[in-house]
């Protein structure tokens, strides 16, 4: 693959981060229960809804997926990460696989993104129950590289203090930090009442409810960033096709970058 130079001209990049629930539609509570087949069988309406989130996501440097396919009978086959970055026209995409139900269904996280990183690790989130991760990938400069953090937090409280501990592990080292992602949980909690309180990370301004899409109560999805990146533009992006709303985010760079 060709190596695209990180933020040649541009010293803006533009972030997103989206829960696409296998590209299943939900508009309603009930339909957790009447489309809960869609989570083991294929349906016809997947492929348009991926077709519009990659319409979607081709305005953006960087993404960051969650409840994404590897590719099994559910999504046809289709690794829904590869997929998205190729009709996204964004070059460089990275899966984890957090969930093997082999043929059935392949439960993931997703990174695509604009530039090339120079590092990208995975690791496993602890947790009671397994089935999380998070995506760590580097960019920039070797010796003082903008890190950014993809994940999907559990449900319970305990499991994910015990996850961002894991997380701020990761990252106390790094002065660039971007955290993207479902938390499942919000903001103000993660910043004051968590192992990441004092970690000098900001949350989008104003309200960010962003589940579930089609009467969003909830702030669930997030991208926390350093001080350091100055943040541009921020918020919810109408785009109902999911039961989760994308969230972005435009940062500038610091000097030198």
Do not use: C
């Not at 309200?207 to 100055?230: G, M, N, Q, T």
Request: no cysteine; aromatic share 8%.
């Amino acid at each position: 693959m060709k190596k695209t130079p990180f933020l040649e001209t541009d010293k803006t990049i533009r972030l997103l981060t989206f829960n696409i629930q296998v590209g299943i539609s939900t508009s309603s509570y009930r339909h957790y229960l009447t489309r809960s087949w869609q989570h083991v069988l294929p349906h016809k309406k997947r492929q348009d809804n991926l077709d519009k989130i990659a319409e979607l996501i081709s305005q953006y440097d960087m993404v960051a997926l969650q409840e994404v396919d590897g590719g099994s009978l559910r999504s046809g086959f289709i690794n829904q990460v590869e997929y998205l970055a190729s009709n996204a026209g964004l070059p460089f995409w990275y899966q984890q696989l957090n969930r093997n139900f082999g043929p059935v269904a392949k439960h993931s996280n997703g990174l695509l993104s604009r530039f090339r990183p120079i590092k990208v690790e995975e690791h496993r989130l602890p947790g009671l129950i397994p089935g999380r991760g998070v995506i760590v990938a580097e960019y920039g400069k070797e010796e003082d590289p903008i890190v950014l953090v993809i994940m999907h937090l559990s449900l319970s409280d305990s499991a994910q203090k015990q996850q961002l501990r894991f997380v701020r592990d990761l990252v106390d080292d790094y002065n660039h930090v971007v955290l993207m992602g479902d938390m499942n949980t919000h903001a103000e909690k993660i910043l004051h009442d968590s192992p990441l309180k004092g970690a000098g990370l900001v949350t989008l301004p104003g309200v960010s409810h962003s589940f579930p899409s089609w009467r969003p109560e909830k702030a669930l999805d997030h991208i926390l960033v350093s001080r350091s990146l100055l943040v541009k533009r921020a918020g919810v992006v109408t785009f109902p096709v999911s039961d989760h709303l994308p969230i972005e985010l435009e940062v500038k760079l610091p000097k030198g970058y």
